[in-house]
């Protein structure tokens, strides 16, 4: 049994428009949490506020994460808030053969996935209480790399490096990531365009566990993380058993 209340926690999720963010949101509104999804989109936010009944515990905000000053106003203008996650990601054109790669797509890369997790943190952290906690998003990447897929797989391993060093230098606030495998998001089109389907049903085949995830598995992974007072420091697997294979 968790031992972290969720009913009236304050809860920012960023990337919560769409995909394993959008179904967390769900799941902690149905619990009665108050949720803020931020990201860089507003239309696709208007999109996930309509997603989800324009529920009245559901609040919006338009910020970029990798850009400091906009992390910093996003907490300088917020109440206290019991817990933040982030499972943003900016792939796009990262997946590529080493020497088709553009420095620029890695750099999106590297802001999405490790400095705005690293601002989040500076920024967010004074405002959670002791038992609060941060989850980020990882990946499967970073244990079962593929061709194409270096940037994606290093920026992986270097965000599990920071959620270690955040559980010391934040305790007793938590710091945890989940590490997703393969999850059927409309992240998968930008990496296999009109393969998506295909590529998703290969790899469901190879897995011990007969499919490729769910949105929902990842959302409760992250409400595991959240609702857990006593784990910190821990990179949560939930990739059907992909690292066996």
Known sequence: MTDI???????????????MGLALAARLLEEGASVTIAGRSADRLAAARRDLGDHPGLATLAVDISREEEVAALFRNSDPVDHIVSTAADIEGAYQL?????????????????????????YGAPLLPLSGSITYTSGVA????AARGSVVAAVNAALEGLVRALAIELAPIRVNAVSPGWVDTPIWSLVAGDAKQATLDAMAQRLPAGRVGRPADIADAIRFLIGNGFTTGTILHVEGGHRLV
Do not use: D, N, T
Request: proline share 7%; no cysteine; net charge positive.
């Open 5 to 19: 209340r969720i009913e009236g926690a304050k809860i920012i999720i960023v990337g919560g428009s769409s995909g």
């Open 98 to 122: 080493l020497p088709s790669i553009e420095l620029a797509a890695a750099q999106r890369v590297v802001e999405s996935k490790f400095y705005g997790p690293l601002l989040l943190a500076k």
């Open 142 to 145: 970073a244990y079962r790399p």
